[in-house]
């Protein structure tokens, strides 16, 4: 059953909030991203709850990085699954735009849904590899054309308009998901620096401030991808998405997802 979820930091921040009225104090950082409890944090996250920075990091990657990996012509069939629409069995939702399309229209024309990678396979030369390019995680399917679009750009605000992008935004050396998979994509880019270390004879990822990255083991920009992951929490379809892969695929989880707040008590 899906991971139990106690979201208490908006009660917590208002509280400190009333008894700071009248006060002078120095600037308070914001409070981070929702703490949560659940379910597995006595059984598969025990070797890490209680534990920030460094620490935490390395016990998250050792944790997660026992899982069962699958190939790149499986993920078509395991996307049909992982990304259901929860109002139409015979469809998937697509990252980016949103749009609800029928699982058959999977391909590589105009109209069809592909397979994206959200860590661009070219940011650390991984390709389509069994291991990060097969990594359930960070793919997703999205339409043809949008996924083209964004193509291997960085992530950082700002731009024009994505055709079909639902909201979606695109410069010259960024991109922009809309509001509601910005905290997805957040959390999947940090998956995979925290799954993919360098240890397991692929690059070692990792986020940084930059955009304009191109084949270098980097994705930018950390701080906006940490304002994504605090304004989008994980919704219900991430939180099905993530024991879907748990449950049926890879039998590893994405702890951002578990555990928003972990973001800010790594980076």
Do not use: C
Not at 48 to 57: C, D, E, F, I, P
Not at 142 to 155: E, I, K, M, P, Y
Not at 241 to 264: A, G, L, S
């Amino acid at each position: 059953m899906p991971a139990t979820h106690i979201r208490r930091w908006k009660t917590l921040a208002l509280t400190t909030s009333a008894v700071l009225v009248g006060l002078t104090m120095p600037a308070v950082t914001a409070t981070p991203a929702s703490a949560t409890t659940t379910a597995y944090d006595s059984t598969y996250y025990a070797n890490a709850v209680g534990k920030t920075g460094t620490s935490l990091k390395s016990s998250l990657h050792t944790i997660i990085s026992s899982q069962t990996k699958i190939s790149y012509s499986a993920v078509w069939n395991a996307l049909k699954v992982t990304d259901q629409d929860p109002n139409n069995s015979s469809n998937v939702i697509l990252l980016y735009s949103g749009v609800s399309r029928a699982k058959t229209l999977n391909g590589g024309d105009v109209g069809d849904w592909n397979r994206e990678h959200v860590w661009a396979k070219s940011h650390g030369d991984f390709g389509e590899v069994t291991g990060p390019g097969t990594d359930l995680h960070h793919l997703r399917p999205a339409d043809v054309q949008v996924n083209s679009t964004r193509g291997n750009l960085d992530f950082d605000n700002g731009g024009s308009t994505v055709t079909n992008g639902g909201g979606s935004l695109v410069d010259s050396d960024s991109f922009e998901p809309r509001d509601a998979d910005k905290g997805d994509v957040a959390r999947m880019i940090l998956y995979m620096a925290v799954r993919y270390e360098g240890d397991d004879g692929f690059a070692d990822l990792e986020p940084n401030e930059k955009v304009g990255n191109g084949s270098n083991p980097y994705i930018g920009k950390l701080s906006v991808l940490k304002e994504w992951n605090e304004e989008d929490p994980p919704s219900a379809f991430e939180e099905n998405r993530n024991q879907v892969i748990y449950n049926t695929y890879q039998h590893n989880r994405n702890p951002f997802i578990d555990h928003p707040e972990w973001v800010e008590a790594i980076w």
